[in-house]
Nanobody, 116 residues
């Protein structure tokens, strides 16, 4: 079982930046698949950025060059640095992890609102 708690969301103007954090309840050293999804009102949840096997992040085309995913195993935390934010980035952002036993856990989400 892994509990994930996101933080760092908020209201920001277009062009601004936010850094989301996802703190895990236990070590993430052995968890190779972690990342971020988002869900805007009336839309399906979509992948934003994922990091598999500690390699480079994979990003949705809509955020490439603006968002960066990273992790700090010592702090049991995954981050999402978001720059040049756009109103269309407005959504609830969810952190997830998939353990080696293929169990998937989600955080409760954090709201990001970008005003124009």
């Amino acid at each position: 079982q892994v509990q994930l708690v996101e933080s760092g969301g908020g209201l920001v103007q277009a062009g601004g930046s936010l850094r989301l954090s996802c703190a895990a309840s236990r070590s993430i050293f052995s968890i190779n698949d972690m990342g971020w999804y988002r869900q805007a009102p009336g839309k399906q949840r979509e992948m934003v950025a994922v990091m598999i096997s500690g390699g480079r992040g994979n990003y949705a085309d809509s955020v490439k060059g603006r968002f960066t995913i990273s992790r700090d195993n010592a702090k049991k935390t995954v981050y999402l640095e978001m720059n040049s934010l756009k109103p269309e980035d407005t959504a609830v952002y969810y952190c997830y992890c998939k353990t080696n036993s293929r169990n998937v856990f989600w955080g409760q989400g954090t709201q990001v609102t970008v005003s124009s």
